[in-house]
């Protein structure tokens, strides 16, 4: 699973002129056996010191053995099948930070416009058009953004969708985010795959999807990608866009409006499951708000 983190106050990564201490951190990436997910971590320029959790080491797994609700997964070695990284980060542009609040949720519409105007010039180095959301954006809540703008991300690179949140995994995603932590497939629910991220200080999910995807890499604020340790680099970005093979992939999301020393905290995970697993909002029901 991966985390992100995206604080404002905080660490030693800077983000231009309006630092809000952005970090990230990686742990058990898309998991493919007996074995807990991988964790990717963000935190912005200027966290609180001491603030950021110690990320758990990156990592994949297959399916197998299904974790019991006591004993913790192991972590297996990281290989995460996704398209690959970019070739360097790209700086927000423009700089969103200025835009947008790190303490409270903001979805106003200054906030968004600047952040979709970064991944538009984000993607413009991909190739790909720029992010457009749905029509009802503004009546979904924090949660369900995080969902949809994942899978604006994964679809505009011709990977399929997560179909649905499974309220299992929300569940578990609310916990990561109330911890500061990558969540993972709560005990008892089947997996093959699975990925997370977590993210803290960013007032809005696009923030933190701008970090995930475009400023991931050597000399962000990913504190799993060391000049002495890179295998985290990207981490991010590669839970968001894992090849799962979809049969059927759902997703949890959590949101703590204070969970991260006062300041909001979020998390994604990304499983490929079986069963019928209760869901509580689909890519479908939001599709007819796309254009």
């Known amino acids: 699973m991966l985390v992100l983190v995206v604080l404002h106050p905080g660490t030693a990564v800077g983000l231009g002129p309006s630092d809000?201490?952005?970090?990230?951190s990686i742990g058990p990436s898309p998991h493919r056996s007996p074995a807990a997910p991988s964790a990717s971590t963000t935190v912005p320029p200027g966290s609180p010191p001491g603030a950021v959790p110690t990320p758990p080491t990156p990592t994949t797994a297959p399916p197998a053995a299904q974790p019991t609700p006591t004993t913790p997964p192991a972590i297996p070695a990281r290989t995460v099948d996704a398209p690959g990284a970019l070739p360097a980060n790209i700086a927000p542009q423009p700089n969103f930070l200025?835009?947008?609040?790190g303490s409270q949720y903001d979805d106003s519409l200054t906030c968004v416009a600047a952040t979709l105007q970064a991944i538009a010039n984000g993607r413009s180095h991909?190739?790909?058009a720029p992010m457009v959301l749905p029509t009802n954006w503004g009546q979904l809540s924090p949660e369900q953004q995080v969902f949809v703008a994942t899978n604006l991300e994964r679809t505009a690179r011709g990977l399929p969708p997560l179909t649905g949140?499974?309220?299992?995994?929300?569940q578990a995603a609310r916990q990561g985010a109330a911890r500061n932590t990558d969540p993972g497939p709560p005990g008892g629910f089947p997996f093959s795959e699975w990925a997370s991220n977590w993210a803290g200080a960013v007032g809005n999910p696009l923030e933190a999807m701008y970090f995930w995807m475009y400023d991931d890499g050597a000399g962000s604020a990913n504190i799993d990608c060391t000049p002495s340790n890179e295998t985290g680099c990207w981490g991010h970005r590669e839970n968001i866009l894992v090849r799962l093979p979809c049969t059927l992939c759902l997703m949890g999301t959590g949101w703590d409006a204070t969970g991260y020393s006062g300041d909001p905290s979020m998390t994604e995970l990304l499983v490929e499951t079986s069963g019928n697993p209760a869901v509580d909002f689909t890519w479908q029901q939001e599709s007819a708000f796309l254009s």
């Not at 809000?20 to 990230?24: E, N, P, W």
């Not at 949140?165 to 929300?170: I, P, V």
């Open 165 to 170: 949140m499974a309220s299992a995994l929300d």
């Open 20 to 24: 809000r201490g952005l970090a990230t």
């Open 98 to 101: 200025q835009s947008c609040s």
């Open 126 to 128: 991909e190739g790909l």
